[in-house]
């Protein structure tokens, strides 16, 4: 009877992993492309050029998730969500996974339904002004109209921030993000807020760059991911792995350009990363095919590579690594072992 017992709820564990399994990843495969949201426009993480083409960190993301899958970055598309219809578009299935600089929360990682990990941006809410105030701290901001994004942890952070300094403020809310940037750029408010990497971008926009700053605090942690839906734990592996190859690589010290001589390596590690040694399974264990992290690292490069072509010292926003340097540098950017 005992024996039994444990026949069915094994068969029962392997009808639900089962179940998982046949999700995402066999959808994907079977229309041939990622569907993937994105931002409809911020520099560094997602933004299309005149031709429609899209770039940025969250759209290498996306890139480096259809090579994973097809061995193909083009088999990459893109949905532009604007902070409204972001996480319905996910619930509802219109998109695969949802990389739109979204911030991870309780809330959203488990009342939404939703899986929030890895971090591929350790981010902070901050604050933008023109020079000409000569304001130095936010602390200073007692009565200051502040534009800001409808419906998202950065206005719930900027009423606690105020709130806990006993500071009086007057919220200028939109919609829509370029209606935000539109107002203070015309005037209609003193202070910029959201992400600071955000903001890094948006003050590139302005009709005058020059003549504003942002501010050194920041008043909330902001951590950005990739997002996905619950119950499905292969799709979420597979995204999340994605992040963690690109860290291994950058910390194995492969890039885009040395990726083939590599494969000649001498080091166990690098070659079970890179899928060449005979008893590895990096891949299957995946449902993906055993070159699935070389395939990453060909279409979007290392970790390093990806966040300075995009947000780094190679881009406009010329960003530092700060906290998102490796672990073995100072940063929290930390890859778990493949093997």
Not at 127 to 134: E, H, P
Not at 297 to 323: C, D, H, M, T
Request: aromatic letters at 8%; a negative charge.
């Amino acid at each position: 009877m005992k024996q039994m017992f444990l026949a069915a709820l094994l068969g029962a564990t392997m009808g639900v992993g089962a179940t998982a399994t046949a999700g995402t990843l066999d959808t994907v495969k079977a229309k041939g492309f990622v569907q993937c949201g994105v931002h409809e426009g911020l520099m560094g993480f997602s933004a299309p050029d005149a031709s429609g083409n899209w770039s940025g960190l969250d759209v290498d993301y996306c890139k480096g998730i259809a090579a994973a899958v097809f061995g193909d970055a083009t088999k990459a598309k893109f949905t532009p969500t604007t902070t409204k219809d972001r996480f319905p578009a996910l619930q509802s299935g219109e998109i695969d996974v949802l990389a739109r600089n979204s911030t991870w929360s309780i809330n959203r990682d488990t009342a939404l339904g939703f899986n929030f990990r890895p971090v591929n941006y350790y981010d902070g809410q901050g604050l933008m002004i023109r020079k000409s105030l000569n304001v130095k701290s936010a602390l200073e901001l007692a009565g200051a109209a502040v534009c800001v994004h409808a419906g998202t942890t950065t206005e719930l952070n900027l009423a606690d921030y105020f709130k806990s300094n006993n500071l009086q403020y007057n919220p200028v809310v939109f919609e829509k993000n370029d209606e935000v940037v539109a107002a203070y750029n015309s005037g209609r408010c003193d202070v910029l807020t959201t992400d600071q990497s955000g903001l890094y971008g948006v003050r590139l926009t302005l009709s005058a760059p020059d003549d504003h700053m942002i501010l050194p605090e920041i008043i909330s942690k902001e951590p950005l991911g990739p997002v996905v839906r619950q119950g499905d734990d292969q799709w979420f592996d597979i995204v999340s792995w994605v992040h963690y190859a690109l860290l291994n690589a950058e910390e194995f010290g492969i890039t885009q350009a040395n990726l083939e001589e590599m494969k000649a390596s001498d080091n166990p590690d690098i070659r079970r990363f890179l899928g060449v040694e005979s008893d590895t399974k990096i891949g299957t264990d995946l449902g993906l095919t055993n070159d699935w992290a070389v395939n990453v690292i060909k279409a979007v490069g290392n970790y390093g590579e990806v966040f300075e072509r995009n947000v780094g010292q190679a881009s406009p926003l010329k960003i530092e690594r700060g906290i998102n340097a490796l672990w073995s540098k100072g940063g929290l950017q930390y890859g778990p072992p493949v093997r």
